[in-house]
């Protein structure tokens, strides 16, 4: 079983850059495919990032698109969401997750997803 711990959130200016990270522990990381998910106060939890085990593969919501990068190092069994250009709507709590899900249709849908930190508050300012 995997735990996952976020940290980095804080607050940064609209076109400001911010970095969150998450740390995997209890696990095999490296059998893990890994997402970024955020959640705005009064909305559901939505998709942000996904990279595949290896980090060879990664995909964005078309809102971040361009300005998210989402990457991993398997050897520190951590990955990364590096963020530029940040919106007053990129205010969210920010969740990092695990899966095991061979199909990349899957790995867009929340319920894909096993394993999930606590979540680190990203707020921009306008």
């Known amino acids: 079983q995997v735990q996952l711990t976020e940290s980095g959130g804080g607050l940064v200016q609209a076109g400001g850059s911010l970095s969150v990270s998450c740390v995997a522990s209890?696990?095999?990381?490296?059998?893990?495919?890994m997402g970024w998910f955020r959640q705005a106060p009064g909305k559901e939890r939505e998709f942000v990032a996904t990279?595949?085990?290896?980090?060879?593969?990664?995909d964005y919501a078309d809102s971040v698109k361009g300005r998210f990068t989402i990457s991993r190092d398997n050897a520190k069994n951590s990955v990364y969401l590096q963020m530029n250009n940040l919106k007053p709507e990129d205010t969210a709590v920010y969740y990092c997750?695990?899966?095991?899900?061979?199909?990349?249709?899957?790995?867009?849908?929340?319920?894909?997803?096993?394993?999930w930190g606590q979540g680190t508050q990203v707020t921009v300012s306008s």
């Open positions: 990279v595949s085990k290896s980090g060879g593969i990664t």
């Open positions: 997750a695990a899966h095991t899900k061979f199909s990349a249709l899957l790995w867009y849908r929340e319920t894909s997803y096993a394993y």
């Open positions: 209890g696990g095999t990381f490296s059998t893990y495919g």
